[in-house]
């Protein structure tokens, strides 16, 4: 199975002000490529030759692990992203309620934890089976799947997604990417 890039759902320069074009031609055309062209390299000959994305995620460890993670997670990033944001649904709304106890204190939490996270990785909000919702920090190309939990939304903190907008101003690019959630898509996971 060759593995392909996802198409994005809105232009390279449709979420900017917020994250520029360069970014998105760097951090979906070149760093997201790079990990789909690396793991199509190295699956050939290996049981994860025929699985789909979130499988070998799953089940793969080393290199193999690391692209494919890096793939699913940008993925479902971009993904999560919107130049048309709408209010939240209420069901997103009535959900992060009740696991945070309101919506603003979800935000402060999220950005503390995304500012939190020592080094590359990504935060995610997930939901665990009995369907209650808390926030994850993943170092590198962790991801949420491994442990059981369903992700729901994520932001990227490696420096790449946001070293050309914000430099090494961090809250400034997950201040920008709270402008740019796709409310819709994250109610629609829950």
Known sequence: MTH???QLAYGLDALSPYMSKETLEFHYGKHLQTY????NKLIPGTPYEDM???EILKKAE???FNNAAQAWNHTFFFQSLTPGQSDMPAKLVEALTES????DTFKELFTKAALGLFGSGWVWLVMDKEHKL????ESNAGNPLTKGLT???VIDVWEHAYYIDYRNRRAAYIEAFWKVVD???VAERI
């Open 52 to 54: 789909p994305l979130e």
């Open 4 to 6: 392909v890039m996802p």
């Open 36 to 39: 789909v062209d690396n793991l």
């Open 134 to 137: 808390s926030i994850v920090q």
């Open 183 to 185: 409310w819709n898509v």
């Open 100 to 103: 945070f106890g309101s919506v």
């Open 62 to 64: 080393g290199g193999i």
């Open 151 to 153: 992700p729901v939304m």
